[in-house]
T-cell receptor, first 114, second 113 residues
């Protein structure tokens, strides 16, 4: 199994600013993902974080708004850029080693944009 | 396009009852299906993972079944306890796009003492 931690756990930010969320896994994982969970809704995949290369974004998400880094097999960051109140959500990091195995999730980062 | 639906959206039962949570998906060509639990303000905890070739998985008081042909999965919770109160999420990994898990909207479960 993998234990995933995220920093910060929550933040309140002003419109127009940016926030970088860190994700740390306690063991090497092949795959890392970033999800968004808007209030009262389920999880939506933002992107797959690829080690050493650009992330793969899902439809509706772009690199300029959500730049992602993944320098190694245990760490990734997600930046929410030029924030607006619509970006208020929980952002979750996830990781796993194989599509046939369990995918693990971090505790999430609660973001409120004023 | 794969869609995952969970009914009911919310459920409240007295402690001790056995209960069933339902999950349906529109495309039967799946890689696997996973049930998660989410507590308020927290991340997701994996409960059970069923591969496409399997019919069910069990862990303690939990039993998850999978019927691919009908596009259904159920999560059975035996002898429910107040500590089981949480949101339960069903997630499907499509066979055509195994990199992406598609989540249902969840069932918010409340167990009354």
């Amino acid at each position: 199994s993998a234990v995933i931690s995220q920093k910060p756990s929550r933040d309140i930010c002003q419109r127009g600013t940016s926030l970088t969320i860190q994700c740390q896994v306690d063991s090497q994982v092949t795959m890392m993902f970033w999800y968004r969970q808007q209030p009262g809704q389920s999880l939506t995949l933002i992107a797959t974080a690829n080690q050493g290369s650009e992330a793969t974004y899902e439809s509706g998400f772009v690199i300029d708004k959500f730049p992602i880094s993944r320098p190694n097999l245990t760490f990734s960051t997600l930046t929410v850029s030029n924030m607006s109140p619509e970006d208020s959500s929980i952002y979750l990091c996830s990781g796993g080693n194989s599509y046939g195995e369990t995918q693990y999730f971090g505790p999430g980062t609660r973001l409120l944009v004023l | 396009k794969q869609e995952v639906t969970q009914i009911p959206a919310a459920l409240s039962v007295p402690e001790g009852e056995n209960l069933v949570l339902n999950c349906s998906f529109t495309d039967s060509a799946i890689y696997n299906l996973q049930w998660f639990r989410q507590d308020p303000g927290k991340g997701l905890t994996s409960l059970l993972l069923i591969q496409s070739s399997q019919r069910e998985q069990t862990s303690g008081r939990l039993n998850a079944s999978l019927d691919k042909s009908s596009g259904r999965s159920t999560l059975y919770i035996a002898a429910s306890q107040p500590g089981d109160s949480a949101t339960y999420l069903c997630a499907v990994r499509p066979g055509s796009s195994a990199s992406k898990i598609i989540f249902g909207s969840g069932t918010r479960l409340s167990i009354r003492p």
